[in-house]
């Protein structure tokens, strides 16, 4: 098993930037490709960036428009999604996911094997 841990989350205010992390003890972190999804209020979980295992290939939801970064350092077993520019409409509990993939620049918006248990972000207007 898989365990994921995000971490950075917090309040900002619109405008501001945060960057959130993940971290894992998996042993073979470099051959999963790592996903961030959230989930706002009342909404349905929802896909937001992806990351392939060698860190070349990116993957962002439409809303991202520019606004955000995903990278990962493998050797420390990190992942992190740099969010610029925050709008309220920003605020959910984000969630770290990873998937093994078969190539090293394979990415994946969903059916993720594993995830964590989520960081609150919180965008004031």
């Known amino acids: 098993q898989v365990q994921l841990e995000e971490s950075g989350g917090g309040l900002v205010q619109a405008g501001d930037s945060l960057r959130i992390s993940c971290t894992t003890s998996?042993?073979?972190?470099?051959?999963?490709?790592v996903s961030w999804f959230r989930q706002a209020p009342g909404k349905e979980r929802e896909f937001v960036a992806a990351?392939?295992?060698?860190?070349?290939?990116?993957h962002f939801a439409d809303f991202v428009q520019g606004r955000f970064s995903i990278s990962r350092n493998n050797a420390k077993k990190m992942a992190y999604l740099q969010m610029n520019n925050l709008k309220p409409e920003d605020t959910a509990v984000y969630y770290c996911?990873?998937?093994?993939?078969?190539?090293?620049?394979?990415?994946?918006?969903?059916?993720?094997?594993?995830w964590g248990k989520g960081t609150l972000v919180t965008v004031s207007s």
């Open positions: 996911a990873a998937r093994r993939a078969r190539g090293q620049e394979e990415v994946f918006i969903g059916d993720m094997s594993w």
């Open positions: 998996e042993r073979d972190f470099n051959v999963y490709a």
């Open positions: 990351i392939s295992w060698s860190g070349s290939t990116t």
